[in-house]
T-cell receptor, first 111, second 116 residues
Framework: DQQVKQNSPSLSVQEGRISILNCDYT??????FLWYKKYPAEGPTFLIS?????DKNEDGRFTVFLNKSAKHLSLHIVPSQPGDSAVYFC??????????FGTGTSLTVIP | DTGVSQDPRHKITKRGQNVTFRCDPI?????LYWYRQTLGQGPEFLTY????????KSRLLSDRFSAERPKGSFSTLEIQRTEQGDSAMYLC??????????????FGEGSWLTVV
C-alpha cells in the first residue's frame, strides 16, 4: 500500500512562474516530511524538510507547506528556473527509522 | 568529497550470478540505509543499520539479499543468484540517529544493476 502519493506524474511550468508540486499521505503518525530532487542516473538530493509542528518552511526559492488535517503537503518553487527540471519526490517518516517515498513528479521548466 | 559514496556505479551481470555493492556513508552518520528504485517508482526501503546493528528489514529483502555493516562504517549489499527482477538502482543513504531536523537522510549516487 502506498502511504505517500504523488498523483501528478508530470508538470510543465514557464520559467519565472511558480511550480507547485503536491503530495498526499495516509498515515497520521507521520511527523516529518522531506522533499528530494533527482536527476536521471543520480541519487536523490535533499531539498527541504518540515516537521509536523510547523505548517510552513522556507528556504530560498523553495517553500514547503503542510496541512495536517488534509494530510497534504506541497512544494512551491518561485521563481522556477530551467535548472529545476528534475523529478521531485516527497518522503515521510513516523519514527525516523524508515522513510516512505512517493512515486515522484517530473517537473519541466520551459525557458 | 564527504558525501555518501557507492561502488560500483554500474553493474551488468548474468542471471544466477552474485553481485555485491559497497556503500561508504557520511563519516559522522551512524545510520545507514539501503533503498531500491525501479523506473517510475520512488525509492523503496530495504534495510537500515544503526552502527553495526541491522535494526530493520523490509519484506522486499528476500533470502537472496544480505546486507552487512561489520564495523559500523561502510556497508555491503549482496544479492545472490540474481534474477531479472533484481534490475534496479540500489541507493545507499546515511543520517544521524537523533530525531528532529538532523534526521535527514542523504543519498549516494546509486548503483545501477542490470541482470541479463
Amino acid at each position: 500500500d502506498q502511504q505517500v502519493k504523488q498523483n501528478s506524474p508530470s508538470l510543465s511550468v514557464q520559467e519565472g512562474r511558480i511550480s507547485i508540486l503536491n503530495c498526499d499521505y495516509t498515515n497520521s503518525m507521520f511527523d516529518y516530511f522531506l522533499w528530494y530532487k533527482k536527476y536521471p542516473a543520480e541519487g536523490p538530493t535533499f531539498l527541504i524538510s518540515i516537521s509536523s509542528i510547523k505548517d510552513k518552511n522556507e528556504d530560498g526559492r523553495f517553500t514547503v507547506f503542510l496541512n495536517k488535517s488534509a494530510k497534504h503537503l506541497s512544494l512551491h518553487i518561485v521563481p522556477s528556473q530551467p535548472g529545476d527540471s528534475a523529478v521531485y519526490f516527497c518522503a515521510a517518516s513516523a519514527t525516523g527509522n524508515q522513510f516512505y517515498f512517493g512515486t515522484g513528479t517530473s517537473l519541466t521548466v520551459i525557458p | 568529497d564527504t558525501g555518501v559514496s557507492q561502488d560500483p556505479r554500474h553493474k551488468i551481470t548474468k542471471r544466477g550470478q552474485n553481485v555485491t555493492f559497497r556503500c561508504d556513508p557520511i563519516s559522522e552518520h551512524n545510520r545507514l540505509y539501503w533503498y531500491r528504485q525501479t523506473l517510475g517508482q520512488g525509492p523503496e526501503f530495504l534495510t537500515y543499520f544503526q552502527n553495526e546493528a541491522q535494526l530493520e528489514k523490509s519484506r522486499l529483502l528476500s533470502d537472496r539479499f544480505s546486507a552487512e555493516r561489520p564495523k559500523g562504517s561502510f556497508s555491503t549489499l549482496e544479492i545472490q543468484r540474481t534474477e531479472q527482477g533484481d534490475s534496479a538502482m540500489y541507493l545507499c543513504a546515511s543520517s544521524f540517529s537523533d530525531w528532529g531536523a538532523r534526521n535527514t537522510i542523504y543519498f549516494g549516487e546509486g548503483s545501477w544493476l542490470t541482470v541479463v
